[in-house]
């Protein structure tokens, strides 16, 4: 600026100035440029990796609060939608708990997990849906949501690198490689995007199944028998709250979360065909992935049920809902077959192993079963998360703006 003054002395004085009109005008046009460059909303993503789109700039609130509100947004529209998804479709994860575990054995174990599930009637499944689930459900997709999010986006503001991709940065072509800057070609900063990657669902996968396992388990069990189970085995507080097969569940959410968060959203992004990306196909897409992501699951899923089935039918240990009584003329204590120990994974995938061999973890039935109970709610979620939440997006930072006050006016700083 001090060079611009020199060079215009009559905006400083009311002396006549030799410089010409045509000198003028190109000074003052610099001028303005720079000072519209000292003005920058505090809501700019180029400081640092943004959790929100790019379309939201324009809105011009802070930007810690606006990643806020949107992470909220979502992990509530994830949320309501997994409820709604899981309760429809009950009967189809009943047929898949029995498919992927050892009570089922032999030929014809679809058919064998159908009579299961609707032994007592056609609304037995949906009988053992109470309160507690609804709110596991909800706890479950809100904070794989919430904790992906999170996870992605703070693990991306520490090591300095990009968050996943999201919302219609997914329906952009892919970046060229003319465009890439220097950071795409170090080797320091690849590893701290490998690094984020790999981390951020293992982080969301553990703390869904902290959240969601024990009531998986009761569902499987029933209330009265999971009680009975962490009573004869004394487990601690931490223990008991986690869940028994905790680590098998925490595996087969962290696989899923990879298929619905991290593989879905770059492939599709750098490898569909650009002319043919649209809702639609995003939509498809992800219930294929979700099929794939699915043949990997399975065996841990398969491998939770069959832990389960190892903690409760046991030849010994500590029994389960045992009864006893005395009578006049005897004194017998009956006690029912049912025994609970603790889980030995070594053992249940030893035993499982010699009895039913590969087919113990992975079959085509029991694929299949697993795809008709997750692929309505996991293989769409993609396509939800990506194409309808977004749809809100706008209006629940204008929401969120009128009551921060002032239409942001004052959320601008003078550098």
Not at 62 to 80: C, D, F
Not at 386 to 399: A, I, K, Q, R, T
């Amino acid at each position: 600026l001090s060079k611009i003054y020199l060079a215009m002395p009559s905006i400083n004085s009311n002396q006549s100035s030799p410089v010409s009109s045509q000198e003028h005008s190109q000074a003052s046009t610099i001028m303005d440029k720079e000072a519209q460059e000292t003005i920058t909303p505090l809501s700019s993503s180029s400081a640092q990796p943004s959790a929100t789109s790019p379309h939201h700039d324009n809105l011009l609130l802070p930007t810690e609060l606006q990643n806020s509100i949107l992470v909220a947004y979502r992990s509530i529209g994830i949320g309501t939608f997994g409820v709604v998804m899981r309760f429809v479709g009950m009967p189809l994860e009943k047929i898949a708990l029995f498919m992927n575990s050892s009570q089922v054995t032999g030929k014809h174990q679809f058919a064998q997990s159908i009579k299961l599930t609707f032994q007592k009637g056609v609304l037995s499944p949906y009988k053992v849906v109470g309160p507690a689930s609804l709110v596991a459900w909800f706890m479950q997709y809100s904070v794989m949501g919430l904790a992906f999010q999170f996870f992605d986006h703070a693990l991306s503001k520490a090591l300095g690198v990009a968050p996943v991709y999201y919302g219609d940065e997914l329906m952009e072509p892919p970046p060229s490689p003319s465009s890439n800057t220097n950071h795409n070609h170090d080797a320091t900063h690849q590893i701290k995007s490998i690094t984020k990657t790999i981390l951020a669902p293992i982080l969301a996968g553990s703390l869904e199944s902290t959240v969601a396992n024990r009531a998986e388990v009761q569902r499987y069990y029933g209330p009265t028998k999971l009680t009975a189970i962490e009573s004869h085995l004394k487990w601690n507080p931490a223990a008991r709250f986690c869940g028994p097969a905790f680590l098998s569940n925490a595996m087969r959410n962290v696989i899923m979360c990879n298929t619905s968060f991290i593989l879905t959203p770059i492939t599709y992004k750098l490898y569909y065909p650009q002319e043919s990306k649209s809702q639609g196909s995003l939509f498809w897409f992800g219930m294929g992935m979700n099929f794939v992501g699915n043949a990997v699951a399975i065996t841990q899923q398969a491998l939770w049920g069959r832990a389960l089935d190892y903690a409760v039918y046991a030849d010994g240990g500590a029994v389960v809902g045992a009864t006893s009584g005395v009578t006049a003329n005897t004194a017998t204590t009956t006690a029912t077959t049912q025994v609970a120990r603790n889980i030995s994974y070594s053992q249940v995938i030893k035993s499982s192993l010699q009895k039913d061999g590969i087919a113990a973890f992975f079959t085509v039935p029991k694929w299949a079963s697993r795809i008709l109970m997750n692929a309505p709610v996991q293989g769409s979620l993609p396509w939800f998360y990506n194409n309808v939440l977004p749809l809100g997006e706008d209006s629940v930072l204008g929401v969120a703006r009128t009551l921060y006050g002032d239409d942001g006016k004052n959320n601008c700083t003078i550098s």
